[in-house]
Every structure is written in C-alpha cells, then in structure tokens.
C-alpha cells in the first residue's frame, strides 16, 4: 500500500497547484507570471491540446504575444484573454511568418480600443470591432487563408467570415469616412 499513499500525495500536491492556478486565473494573470528576459524566444510549447511541436514565436510578434500571455487586458473577460491566447499560439504557428512578410502588424493582430478615462461599468473593448485585432476575434475558429490585407476565418457549418485589416465595416457607410475623400470629393 505504499504505492497508493505516494499517488495519494502526489494527487494532494497536483489539486493545490492546480487550485492556486486557477485561483491566479479568476484574478485575471497568467499561470505563468513571471517577466520575460528574451522577447524573441517566447515559445508556443503550451499550444492546446498538444497540437503542434516547441517553435518561437515571429520575433516582430513576440512582445506582444509575451505581453498577452503575462496579463489581462483591462476590461476583457478572463474567458475571451485564455481563448485569445491559445488563438494566438495557434495562428503564429501556422501564419506567423507569413503574416509578417504580408505586413501585418501586432496591432493589426493583438490590438485593442483605448478605453476611456471613465468608462461605463458595462463597457467591453471587444465590443469595439473596428479596432479590435484578428487574434481576439478568432474566438476557437481557424484562419483559412491570409492575404496582406484580409484573414478568411472558417465557421464552423463551414463558412468563411472576411475579416478587414483596413475599412473595417463598422466605421461606417461608404463616403462616412475621411478616408473615402479627396480634394475633389468623393473617390
């Protein structure tokens, strides 16, 4: 019976770490707290369910990656920052370089609305799409293809879903936008 009092210890020591963890969670950081020395080893060895092999992050994407694991953004649920990170592991593997040689920017990827100074007790940067990044609206769901400047994103009856990297539908209309203007009116 040795044995069984050995699993028994050691099934005690996994349940506290396990509830220290998740008590770290509900709090909103990363199981893994402490600060990155090296921004351009940020490895993606936690990548869900043991999907793909160890492999560093895009070095033009790595500080921000590092910066996402480490905290949760302010006013994002805890539940949308853990999906938005094991998207983001997922994506870098399989388009990081290529969405760096097509341009894309971290911002363009992990980016967020700037809350306001007072922000009202319902307020969400989610809810801001037209500056929310790709990684935070995968939400679970693959990239299919990427170009310079739009993500095709698979749903799951199988259809596709356009995401704009600029001209983002919700700034409006056509000819609502200063950018739809020049000297001569409208483009």
Not at 55 to 64: E, K, L
Not at 106 to 126: C, E, I, M, S, V
Not at 158 to 174: D, E, Q
Request: with cysteine.
């Amino acid at each position: 019976m040795p044995e069984a009092a050995d699993l028994k210890s050691l099934a005690r020591r996994v349940l506290q770490r396990d509830t220290a963890r998740d008590r770290v969670f509900r709090n909103c950081f990363a199981a893994e707290a402490r600060p990155r020395q090296h921004f351009e080893d940020v490895s993606l060895s936690r990548f869900p369910r043991g999907e793909t092999p160890r492999q560093p992050a895009p070095p033009s994407y790595a500080r921000s990656f590092a910066a996402l694991e480490r905290q949760c953004p302010d006013h994002v649920a805890p539940y949308d920052w853990q999906q938005a990170i094991e998207d983001a592991r997922r994506f870098l593997v399989r388009w990081g370089e290529q969405a760096d040689l097509l341009g894309w920017t971290a911002r363009d990827l992990f980016g967020l609305h700037t809350p306001p100074a007072k922000p009202a007790p319902n307020y969400r940067r989610l809810s801001r799409y037209d500056e929310t990044g790709l990684i935070w609206l995968l939400r679970g769901r693959p990239v299919v293809a990427l170009t310079a400047d739009t993500a095709a994103i698979e749903n799951p009856p199988g259809a596709v879903t356009v995401y704009r990297r600029h001209n983002k539908p919700a700034l409006g209309p056509m000819g609502d936008s200063l950018d739809d203007l020049d000297r001569g009116g409208l483009r």
